[in-house]
Structures are given as structure tokens and as C-alpha cells.
């Protein structure tokens, strides 16, 4: 089946570092994924849709200047945490839709910032 | 807006016994409702995919409802096993790639 592979799976930083977490589709396009963001306990939140060649949409309160999403290609999305803090330390992940199938899911980063 | 609820938050059982997890949604307008497996600290494996037109999948020891007009959707798993300890994540899919998800139920499954 459609693979959605993130990088890192892991990382820690140090406050007030940038951090930028890779999404890939692997064997097919993307036009449009996804971030989620997942705290302790909690449920995944969608983040932003990120869109192929254009500004990407975030929900509500989430701040775009600090969550950069670049969508360059069909198959690669980034998220970088901008001046990270402690609070920033979350569950990451990203998923796209396989126009044939069903959505995906990567394999989620978890974000440590110290 | 959507809303996604899971009850119960947590549930342990001994070794053999059913299991039974419960999502409820307030907005019926959704593609499909699809349930996922999440361990501890890793992403997530889709366990199984309900259209909407659909009231049911089954994959193995693990069988889904989807009851729209009520905003329900339940998943069994039989005989349950350690392995199948997990946190069970509902999702309805609200648009193109979107899912709205709830909080999850926590399984522990005892020898």
C-alpha cells in the first residue's frame, strides 16, 4: 500500500532552535497533506494543510510564523518549528490522501525542546 | 463543528476476553469513520475503513459498525491478546485528507 514516510522520528533541541520535520509520499502524488500535532494525552489536532506550489491553510490559533510549511514537490512537505520553546514539545505528524485508496499516515516526530 | 467522542478513555482486560470501543460523532456528514492502532509513541496503522454507505468491516478478529443516523461507530476486536495493547484512535473523515479524531481509548490487555 501508499507509504507517507516522515523524518525525523525523533529530536530534541534546544529553546529558541528552528526544527524541520520531513513528510514524503513515496509512490504516489500529493497535492495536499496534512499536519496533525498530538499532545500528551490527548487527541491529534490538525495543524495546516499544506498545498502543492501555494501558502498552505492553518486552523485556527495556530500560529503560520511559526509553523512554516513548504509544499515544493508532489511528493515533500516540511514543517519547521520556528524559535522552538518547551511548549512546542508535541507529537508531529503528517498524512496524505492517495486518490486511489485512503489517506496515510506517517510515522509521527516527536518533538523535544530543552 | 465536528466533534469525536471515545468512551471509555481506558480499558483492561484479561487475555481472551472481547473488547469492546465505543465513538460517537455529532455530525453525520462525514466520508467515512476509520479506526487506528497507535502505540506508544508511534504514528499510526489504519486498522480499518468504514465508508459511508457502509455499515460494517471486518478484517480478522477486529469488526467495525458505522451507524450514521445515530452518530455511532464501535469496533470489536474477539479474543483479545497482549499485542493488542494500544491506545484506539476513531477518526471521521470531515473533507479531502481532514479528519477530526478522538482522544482515543487506552487498551491493556493482561496475560
Known amino acids: 500500500g501508499a507509504v507517507v514516510s516522515q523524518h525525523p522520528s525523533w529530536v530534541i533541541c534546544k529553546s529558541g532552535t528552528s526544527v524541520k520535520i520531513e513528510c514524503r509520499s513515496l509512490?504516489?502524488?500529493?497535492?495536499?497533506m496534512f499536519w496533525y500535532r498530538q499532545f500528551p494525552k490527548q487527541s491529534l489536532m490538525l495543524m495546516a494543510t499544506?498545498?502543492?506550489?501555494?501558502?498552505?491553510?492553518?486552523e485556527q490559533g495556530v500560529e503560520k510564523d511559526k509553523f512554516l510549511i513548504n509544499h515544493a514537490s508532489l511528493t515533500l512537505s516540511t514543517l519547521t518549528v520556528t524559535s522552538a520553546h518547551p511548549e512546542d514539545s508535541s507529537f508531529y505528524i503528517c498524512?496524505?490522501?492517495?486518490?486511489?485508496?485512503?489517506?496515510?499516515f506517517g510515522q509521527g516526530t516527536r518533538l523535544t525542546v530543552v | 463543528k465536528q466533534e469525536v467522542t471515545q468512551i471509555p478513555a481506558a480499558l483492561s482486560v484479561p487475555e481472551g476476553e472481547n473488547l469492546v470501543l465505543n465513538c460517537s460523532f455529532t455530525?453525520?456528514?462525514?466520508?467515512?469513520l476509520q479506526w487506528f492502532r497507535q502505540d506508544p509513541g508511534k504514528g499510526l496503522t489504519s486498522l480499518l475503513l468504514?465508508?459511508?454507505?457502509?455499515r460494517e468491516q471486518t478484517s480478522g478478529r477486529l469488526n467495525a459498525s458505522l451507524d450514521k443516523s445515530s452518530g455511532r461507530s464501535t469496533l470489536y476486536i474477539a479474543a483479545s491478546q497482549p499485542g493488542d495493547s494500544a491506545t484506539y484512535l476513531c477518526a471521521g473523515h470531515i473533507g479531502w485528507g481532514k479528519f477530526q479524531f478522538g482522544a482515543g481509548t487506552q487498551v491493556v490487555v493482561t496475560p
Open positions: 509512490d504516489f502524488q500529493a497535492t495536499t
Open positions: 468504514i465508508q459511508s454507505s457502509q
Open positions: 455530525d453525520s456528514a462525514i466520508y467515512n
Open positions: 498524512s496524505a490522501d492517495d486518490p486511489n485508496t485512503e489517506a496515510f
Open positions: 499544506s498545498n502543492e506550489g501555494s501558502k498552505a491553510t492553518y
